[in-house]
């Protein structure tokens, strides 16, 4: 980047500066935010190089964020949408012992093994779903064994649907059985009688269970049904089963968050707290690295200039036209590194990412900008204020 005032050298004035001076600033056109501005733009095009270096360091850095946090909320959200369609509206679910896992490709929840031998109080009760993959030539779909299904029925989800070729009243054949087809939701799941799922999927399952009508409204629905089966239950979806099994209580706990707003965050941190999100905050820091090399740089060039304006009790301005600079360096880069990021998941990973995560991500890494912006001109600015004009001069000569 070039001065910010031109020096004599370059006006021929004979204003030590050749340029207004500071009372002139403050009447010229715009005050003194649009002459600053105005300075700043000028800089910036007197040395492009170093500008769309500068810019496209810092870009790249906050893109790497924005995209991890578009996928992390991405994530997030389809794993709260895939506990809806495991609970169906039931406050209790029981897991087997060795738990659930969610697969990102199909955007579901399935289970690792048999669930628990569960005996209900009189008045409750409880619902087994088989659940698994089942991959014909079409491709992969989930497959979900519900009681409540009748049987001749197949209700697929919009995305099952698209992949297994089926719209609405088509035929489709599942463990050798010939089923009515009905198009629900937007989920990749096919939903069955009990035993066409076991037929395909084995006996892969969970429980999930309701209350009798005069436990409506208990938060400690958990505990109840713990005391009555011998099973341990928690409110924190963290929390790993035990040999025999867990209830996971979704309604109890009490706190400000619920249980599906837990199990979003801790879907959003497995990606944060991956290797993907670690190279988005090394990323991060290098694009300040890069930010604060920038403006040391600029500063270095421009010594001299600095020192004349010091002299004459222009200190303060020299921070202003850095800061209103770096602004406007970040703010480039901000936007330009939204768009990229926005083109990269909607490409790259559309299944997981959509709009209203990618506008979340984007406010997210609007916050680090600011701080950015004014550190990285405090910084060179700050060594450059701590020494004499006379010594700047000195040594610029």
Request: charged letters at 15%.
């Amino acid at each position: 980047m070039t001065a910010l005032v031109d020096s004599p050298a370059t006006t021929g004035g004979s204003n030590a500066l050749g340029s207004t001076p500071k009372a002139d600033i403050a009447k010229s056109d715009g005050g003194n935010g649009g002459r600053l501005l105005k300075f700043a733009l000028a800089n910036l095009r007197r040395r492009p190089e170093q500008f769309v270096l500068s810019t496209l360091g810092i870009a790249l850095a906050i893109t790497a964020v924005v995209v991890v946090r578009t996928i992390s909320i991405g994530f997030a959200g389809s794993g709260t949408a895939s506990l809806g369609d495991v609970l169906h509206g039931a406050p209790l679910w029981v897991v087997p012992s060795q738990g659930v896992h969610y697969d990102a490709e199909l955007g579901v929840l399935l289970p690792a093994g048999p669930a628990p031998r569960l005996v209900v109080p009189d008045g409750w009760t409880a619902q087994r779903t088989i659940a698994g993959i089942w991959a014909p030539p079409a491709g992969r779909v989930a497959v979900y064994g519900r009681p409540d299904i009748a049987g001749g029925r197949a209700v697929v989800g919009a995305a099952a649907a698209k992949v297994l070729g089926v719209r609405a009243g088509s035929r489709l054949a599942i463990g050798g059985v010939s089923l009515t087809v009905a198009v629900e939701g937007s989920s990749r799941i096919v939903s069955v009688a009990t035993p066409v799922a076991m037929n395909v999927v084995g006996d892969s399952s969970w429980l999930t269970v309701r209350q009798p009508a005069s436990l409506a409204g208990r938060l400690d629905l958990g505990k109840l049904l713990s005391r009555a089966t011998g099973i341990p239950s928690s409110t924190d979806p963290a929390v790993k089963p035990a040999a025999s099994g867990l209830i996971y209580d979704t309604v109890g706990g009490g706190g400000s968050l619920t249980f599906q707003q837990r199990y979003s965050a801790l879907f959003a941190g497995k990606v944060t707290g991956s290797v993907l999100g670690m190279v988005s905050t090394v990323g991060l820091l290098l694009g300040f690295v890069i930010a604060v090399t920038s403006f040391l740089a600029s500063v270095q060039e421009r010594r001299r200039e600095f020192g004349i304006m010091a002299s004459i009790g222009l200190a303060d301005e020299v921070l202003y036209f850095f800061l209103v600079e770096s602004a406007v360096v970040f703010v480039i880069a901000y936007l330009a590194a939204a768009a990229l990021a926005g083109i990269a998941v909607l490409t790259l990973v559309p299944d997981v990412a959509s709009v209203s995560a990618w506008l979340q991500a984007c406010g997210m890494a609007a916050a680090y900008v600011p701080a950015m912006a004014i550190i990285g001109a405090l910084v060179p600015v700050h060594r450059l204020l701590q020494q004499r004009p006379v010594a700047l001069l000195a040594e610029s000569t």
